[in-house]
């Protein structure tokens, strides 16, 4: 018969490594395997526990080292019962996987850790193993306390801690996959408690959940490995954490256990550093959104530096394989990601800069004073490990007051989204392509705004058309309609705005348009208004042609205040001819109209544009009268 040890690691190579290969068919082929095995070790186990028959002088050793008698047998049963418990969640059989994790914790003699709540009780070893063994689990919990929480001495073993650990872990796990993420947490909590218990208690190095099964003497195990196995399943209990916090709502909690992984992988030198970058990366928009811009640079510094050392191992790498060629473009898809993120960075801290730079409105509540972030915070939250101070010496990390002081953060911003296009073309990624396309045309729009030249104001502007436009004639309606209606939208406004700054600079000069402003405000005006009725045109119903009576929640706004600007931009037409101007101003009174009429129809909806509606009824009111006047000078 195979020794236990042979049994142990065919079992474990099955389902870590060659389940990799199971063909689409049979996916669990090679974790049911496994399972078989470890069920044999279970039984094998099982009868020398029955038999007593243990190696005295191991489980000696053991109690003397404080493991309270769980024994090596024992544990090596724990370390079985976890590993169907792991398979059974990894198959989906998640009531046997809680099963087998539950009587995992019950041999280790974490009881207690098994339910919210529930105290330590004493139950005697052959109360305890003959539960588990039998999964009578609620009969240890039937006779529990909630008034204390404590951990056993047995549980925060040498022997026992980093497999307790492993069991609350995969029952948070297990948890989460059923959406109950508070139970999930407590696990994680429990997992916690065990690290931190063992920490202060037991000066013993820890083993391994494989070193149970080695035929090595306690004195030949590698102290070493022990703690960094400890450390690695502690750092996962981190990461786990992080996901729960983040689906209960806890946004600040699940940052703060994410940055500690980050923190934690770095110092034990075990990651992936292309997945490290990208969770820096991905963690530094949630700062951003915080307004915490010191420690969002410094974690898109941080990915970026880790990043540039990874490059170095693809330079020596000189054979060419599969492997190596899914690695690289891993590897160059996270740069664009990365990259992508500078750019989303430098854009966030312009429109920051752009929202303090516009005046308060006398009729809206006061903003609350900005409260200076707190340097503390940033050097609790640095990675020592990494210099990055030349990286987060390119950008600031503070809003901006100036055109001078905004331009740097402008160029910073382009050229990162231009790296990230690079990767993620129309061609084979169009729906990032154009989502960060539009971001460049957010930087130029926020540019703008600090711009005092009227001239070059617009040329960002048309830089800013010209970018979508491509997009719009590229873009299939078809497949991109939800795009295409963006797209249009933001060139219609864009074409807008290039117009209220002509007519804006031609009321501060005499007043009255020469023929070729004239003409090119009208031009603006007309690209603005064909624009706008291709947004329209795309909200039609497919089987009538019509607008719908009601349009979707998340489109009545936009499809009101298109109607609007439709009203004010027909308005804004020049024309020396009074036919023309009754055409014009027709047209803007219809315009006008369809919003009243939509609001009264739909009353709902008066509040998503109650500014605009206000406006809609004076000009139904106003232009009429005008019309009239017009008509009267005519006669």
Same mark, same amino acid.
Request: charged share 30%; hydrophobic share 35%.
């Given at each position: 018969m195979a020794s236990l040890e042979d049994q142990y690691q065919k079992a474990l190579r099955l389902y870590q490594e060659d389940s990799a290969n199971d063909p689409e068919s049979e996916p669990y082929k090679s974790k049911y395997?496994? /399972?078989?095995?470890?069920?044999?070790?279970?039984s094998r186990l099982s009868k020398q526990l029955d038999e007593d028959d243990v190696d005295d002088a191991a489980e000696d050793q053991l109690v003397e080292e404080g493991v309270d008698g769980v024994g090596l047998t024992r544990a090596r049963m724990a370390a079985v019962v976890y590993h169907l418990g792991v398979i059974a969640v990894e198959t989906e059989e998640l009531s046997t996987g809680e099963e087998h994790l539950k009587r995992a914790l019950i041999i280790l003699g974490d009881h207690e850790g098994i339910a919210t709540g529930v105290s330590s009780v004493k139950v005697g070893n052959e109360g305890v193993l003959s539960a588990a063994l039998s999964g009578d689990v609620d009969s240890l919990l039937s006779s529990s306390s909630s008034e204390t929480v404590s951990v056993s001495p047995a549980t925060i073993s040498a022997t026992s801690v980093a497999l307790a650990i492993s069991c609350h872990n995969q029952l948070g796990i297990l948890w989460s996959h059923r959406n109950v993420f508070s139970t999930a947490r407590r696990h994680l909590d429990r997992a916690n408690v065990i690290y931190?218990?063992?920490q202060k208690q037991n000066a013993s190095s820890p083993r391994t959940i494989h070193s149970l099964f080695s035929s090595c003497t306690e004195g030949d195990l590698d102290e070493n490995s022990g703690t960094a196995a400890l450390e690695k399943v502690h750092t996962l209990t981190f990461y786990y954490l992080a996901q729960v916090y983040g689906h209960l709502g806890m946004p600040e909690k699940s940052a703060w256990y994410c940055h500690s992984?980050?923190?934690?992988?770095?110092?034990?030198?075990?990651?992936?550093?292309?997945?490290?970058?990208?969770?820096?990366?991905?963690?530094?928009?949630?700062?951003?959104?915080?307004?915490?811009?010191?420690?969002?640079?410094?974690?898109?510094?941080?990915?970026?530096?880790?990043? *540039?050392?990874?490059?170095?191992?693809?330079?020596?790498?000189?054979?060419?394989?599969?492997?190596?060629?899914?690695?690289?473009?891993?590897?160059?898809?996270?740069? &664009?990601?990365?990259? /992508?993120?500078?750019?989303?960075?430098?854009?966030?801290?312009?429109?920051?800069?752009?929202? /303090?730079?516009?005046?308060?409105?006398?009729?809206?509540?006061?903003?609350?004073?900005?409260?200076?972030?707190?340097?503390?915070?940033?050097?609790?939250?640095?990675?020592?490990?990494?210099?990055? *101070?030349?990286?987060?010496?390119?950008?600031? &990390?503070?809003?901006v007051g100036t055109f001078e002081e905004m331009r740097p953060l402008f160029l910073c911003g382009l050229r990162h989204f231009t790296e990230a296009r690079q990767y993620y073309t129309l061609e084979d990624h169009a729906s990032d392509h154009v989502s960060i396309t539009q971001d460049?045309?957010?930087?130029?729009?926020?540019?703008?705004?600090?711009?005092?030249?009227?001239?070059?104001?617009?040329?960002?502007?048309?830089?800013?058309?010209?970018?979508?436009?491509?997009?719009?004639?590229?873009?299939?309606?078809?497949?991109?309609?939800?795009?295409?209606?963006?797209?249009?939208?933001?060139?219609?406004?864009?074409?807008?705005?290039?117009?209220?700054?002509?007519?804006?600079?031609?009321?501060?000069?005499?007043?009255?348009?020469?023929?070729?402003?004239?003409?090119?405000i009208n031009t603006l005006a007309t690209s603005s208004i064909q624009h706008f009725l291709h947004y329209l045109d795309s909200m039609k119903d497919t089987t009538s042609g019509e607008q719908p009576e009601q349009y979707s929640e998340d489109s009545v706004r936009p499809a009101l205040i298109a109607w609007f600007h439709l009203g004010r931009l027909w308005s804004k037409l020049i024309s020396q001819s009074p036919q023309s101007r009754l055409q014009n101003i027709a047209h803007s009174l219809q315009n006008y109209k369809r919003v009243v009429a939509y609001c009264e129809k739909n009353?709902?909806?008066? *509040?998503?544009?109650?500014?605009?509606?206000?406006?809609? /009824?004076?000009?139904?009111?106003l232009l009429p009268l005008k019309m009239e006047q017009i008509r009267a000078q005519c006669r």
């Open positions: 395997a496994a /399972r078989e095995i470890f069920e044999e070790l279970k931190e218990e063992y992984t980050l923190q934690r992988q770095l110092a034990s030198k075990d990651y992936d550093p292309v997945e490290w970058a990208i969770n820096a990366a991905t963690l530094s928009q949630f700062y951003q959104g915080k307004e915490k811009f010191r420690t969002a640079r410094h974690l898109l510094a941080s990915a970026s530096k880790v990043l *540039s050392s990874h490059e170095a191992e693809f330079d020596t790498q000189q054979a060419e394989s599969e492997e190596t060629t899914s690695k690289q473009e891993r590897y160059k898809r996270r740069c &664009a990601d990365v990259a /992508r993120c500078w750019g989303r960075y430098c854009l966030l801290l312009m429109q920051v800069s752009v929202d /303090r730079a516009i005046p308060d409105d006398p009729q809206d509540e006061p903003r609350e004073p900005q409260e200076p972030e707190e340097e503390s915070l940033d050097r609790q939250l640095e990675f020592v490990q990494l210099e990055v *101070s030349d990286l987060e010496s390119e950008v600031v &990390a503070t809003p460049m045309s957010h930087l130029y729009k926020a540019l703008a705004f600090f711009e005092p030249s009227e001239e070059r104001r617009s040329k960002m502007h048309k830089r800013r058309i010209d970018l979508l436009t491509v997009l719009v004639q590229e873009l299939n309606p078809q497949y991109y309609l939800h795009v295409c209606r963006q797209l249009n939208y933001e060139i219609a406004e864009t074409y807008s705005a290039m117009m209220d700054s002509k007519l804006a600079l031609l009321e501060s000069g005499s007043g009255t348009p020469t023929p070729a402003q004239a003409k090119k009353p709902d909806c008066e *509040s998503v544009v109650a500014q605009e509606l206000a406006i809609c /009824r004076e000009m139904v009111q």
